[in-house]
């Protein structure tokens, strides 16, 4: 039923229309929700749910669920949503250009309405609910890998909900000045990169992603995790939000270690307090060094040791690798450490702002 459904939905509904019964809607289809099923009340005090667009697009009531009662949704703006898109997407296997079949153009609803296969090995991704997975096991059946703890924490549907309803609050404890403030101190490392695309990389549920897109700097803002429920909270905190530009959003799930995109293609790539919980930091930071234009910028946020810098703090780093090597979900960083990787990936004139336990810092890839 739901792809069926989906293929229909994305041909009837706008987004604007699919945002205003936001509210109401609590339904569950793995594709179409939570969107398109909306809870009614029959007058008689019981709850029946309304598949909206089932309901407008066709007469046979295949499922119990289904209601004549929606009113006929509009036609949807794909001329307005398949604005052209300068991300270049590319395999995540072979690093060849993904061609993108059905509608064009990587906003959120399109999406779901296209398909996307490696032009060079033909492997096919999918999209849900306007995310794009981009991993190389995603959609795979079968395929069982253990995650390390610090992947692995974040799949937790609890943990990725109470995300940003109070968890990241208390990175407070350990100096992060918290959003607004941490905001502001990454536009300041990033202004080179103004009007070009940016990724959050590892968004989780959109803080930042949310304040690059309403600041209005970036052409386009590509928000990406790998964790599906991270990705799904953040969707969810973007569609409310008014003051977001839907089509200068693009959501993608990938691993920071395989990124999607082209080489030399990004103008900034933006990590919030996720750097900790890569299995790979320096495979990715490689990464992202592959995927910045020469002159693009990397701005992150991290923990460090909390003490203060001094030789002293080497002391400490046999005993932190034993603890990680027994699989606690994030590193401890020393400055130094941090800044030693950074520069093994070849990047170049590192600036930092330190409060702490805290640090943000900005790397530029040679030109
Ligand atoms: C502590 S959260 C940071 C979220 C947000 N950027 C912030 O500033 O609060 C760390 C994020 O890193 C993501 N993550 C962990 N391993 C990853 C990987 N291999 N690739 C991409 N993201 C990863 C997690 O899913 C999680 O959303």
């Known amino acids: 039923m739901a792809g069926a459904l989906n293929c229909m ?157 109070g968890y990241r609050d208390v990175f407070d404890i350990f100096n992060f000045p918290g959003y607004n403030e941490e905001f502001k101190m990454a536009q300041v490392f990033l202004k080179s990169a103004k009007g070009g ?27 990406s995790d790998y964790s599906e429920a991270m990705l799904e909270n953040c969707r969810g905190f973007l569609e409310k939000d008014s003051a977001v530009d839907s089509k200068k959003v693009v959501l993608i799930r990938a691993d920071v270690a395989r990124l999607p995109f082209a080489t030399s293609s990004l103008a900034a790539v933006h990590a919030g307090a996720a750097i900790h919980c890569w299995p790979q930091p320096t495979m990715s930071v490689a990464e992202i060094c592959r995927v910045l234009k020469p002159g693009g910028v990397f701005v992150a946020s991290t923990f460090l040791l909390p003490i203060p810098p001094s030789p002293l703090a080497g002391i400490f780093t046999p005993i932190r690798r034993t603890i990680m090597q027994l699989g606690l979900p994030f590193q401890w960083w020393t400055e130094s450490e941090v800044r030693g990787i950074t520069e093994a990936c070849g990047l170049v004139g590192w600036q930092s702002i330190r409060r702490g336990a805290y640090i943000v810092f900005a790397v530029h890839k040679p030109v």
Not at 38 to 52: E, F, L, P, S, Y
Not at 67 to 73: C, F, K, W
Not at 197 to 223: M, N
């Open 9 to 165: 939905i994305s041909s009837t509904l706008s987004h604007a229309d699919l945002l205003t019964p936001y509210k109401k809607l609590k339904g569950s289809c793995w594709k179409c929700r939570p969107w398109f099923v909306q809870q009614q009340h029959d007058g008689n005090g019981r709850r029946k749910h309304a598949i909206v667009a089932a309901a407008a697009s066709s007469s046979s009531s295949s499922s119990s669920t289904t209601s004549t009662t929606a009113p006929p949704p509009p036609k949807t703006d794909y001329a307005y949503m398949e604005k052209e898109n300068s991300v270049k997407l590319v395999c995540p296997v072979c690093y060849q250009p993904l061609v993108q079949t059905g509608r064009k153009g990587l906003h959120p609803l399109v999406v779901d309405a296209s398909s996307f296969r490696c032009e060079s090995c033909h492997k096919p991704y999918m999209s849900m609910t306007g995310i794009i997975d981009l991993t190389i096991s995603g959609g795979a059946q079968d395929l069982e890998e253990a995650l390390p703890s610090g992947v692995a924490l974040f799949q937790n549907p609890l943990l990725a909900y109470v995300y940003e309803r």
């Open 197 to 223: 695309t940016i990724l959050d990389v590892s968004c989780g549920g959109g803080g930042f992603t949310q304040r690059f897109l309403i600041s209005g700097d970036y052409e386009t803002v590509i928000a």
